[in-house]
């Protein structure tokens, strides 16, 4: 089986506060970071609510899903189709985009999980592809096909009506009772959200579902031989991993109310494989990590341009500063992908296990030292004491 490490109930408590003081407190961390804007500060929510939903299923099992951006769609649409039809109020549309996903994804896994290994991956990917494929195209009256699916002026919105609650001249925003699904109010909504995916994740991860789970990935044929049917977990590991997908496509379409193929495309499932290795496969606080370094990349990295880092050099004598404005250039605007390559390769041979394993080992460097450094001082006081005697 695998080695656990037992946790307090009041060490996970103070981890929530923890993490709780860090999210919520972000606008103001972020600022120095050129970070602190609530569009980029919702990404980091939403992704990071995929991330920790697609760990439960490759984290704690080791099955490697190519498919999951197939329930991030389907939760998009879900949600807009919930705007359109019911209420404006995110509350629906999260519920209905997140049960949705979640039967979406059994029915996947259903037939995806009778393979394991690459032949699993194999599936999930094929599964995406016609997900994507059925909505550009052959869905058109459901999704809209390749304009994406949108708010228009004369949607029924039934229960808005029925609360009296009636179109003005503009569309209407997503809103929480009123508060609004952007700017700010929008971010501390998803923050929300995510603080309670995070604490649900939290108690999968320390659960005895959670441990069967490592055991899973850990040694599957071991699992049969002691007498445990493993495809029960599977299925409920993965259908809890596409509700999450669903419910962070559900706050994407609460941040943007418009549903798109883009969504479904086996680039976006590539990059949610992406997060969760670099940020730490199988580890509590790492798939977080990974979304808001690829996010940041993403949107900070890829903004700037020749003028920006001509200006940010410009200390420097003019031909000197269009040389180095010329070749770090390559790295960022555009050649944003070939930084976060470079990251990306450099963590993979250097610290397999990601930005955690990274933050682990300096941690237990700094407290070696610090022991080290207090056994110095304990003996040198002895010496003292022995001299005095």
Known sequence: ????????????????????????????????????????????????????????????????????????????????????????????????????????????????????GIYFSILTLAFAQMSYNLAYSVLTPITNGETGLQLTQGDPRVLDRMSGIEADASLPTPNLFGIEGIGYSGFYICAALMLVSFFIYLRIFRSPFGLKLRAIKSNQSRMGYTGYNTRPYLMTAFVISGMYAGLAGSLLAVTDPLAGAERMQWTASGEIV??????????????????????????????????????????????????????????????????????????????????????????????????????????EKEQHSAGEV
């Open 1 to 116: 089986m695998t080695n656990t490490k037992i946790v307090s109930p009041k060490q996970d408590i103070l981890y929530m506060v923890i993490l709780s003081v860090v999210v919520l407190t972000m606008p103001i961390w972020l600022q120095p970071f050129g970070a602190a804007y609530p569009d980029l500060m919702q990404k980091f929510m939403i992704f990071g609510i995929f991330a920790i939903g697609y760990n439960i299923l490759f984290g704690l099992t080791g099955y490697l899903s190519f498919g999951h951006a197939a329930f991030l769609g389907v939760g998009s649409y879900t949600a807009v189709w919930s705007f359109k039809l019911l209420s404006m109020n995110v509350i629906p549309a999260m519920i209905f985009g997140t049960l949705l996903s979640g039967l979406f994804a059994l029915a996947i896994g259903y037939v995806s999980l009778r393979r394991s």
């Open 274 to 379: 992406l997060i969760t290795i670099l940020g730490g496969v199988g580890t509590l606080i790492g798939p977080l990590l990974g979304a808001g370094v690829i996010k940041y990349f993403e949107n900070i990295f890829s903004a700037f341009n020749e003028t920006v880092l001509l200006n940010a050099f410009s200390f420097l004598p003019d031909w000197l500063a269009h040389g180095v404005a010329t070749i770090l250039g390559l790295f960022v605007g555009e050649g944003w992908h070939l930084t976060l390559g470079l990251v990306f390769m450099l963590i993979v041979i250097f610290l397999p296990g990601g930005i955690m394993e990274g933050i682990n080992r300096l941690w237990r460097l700094v407290s070696n030292r610090a022991s080290s450094a207090s056994s110095a001082e304990g003996k």
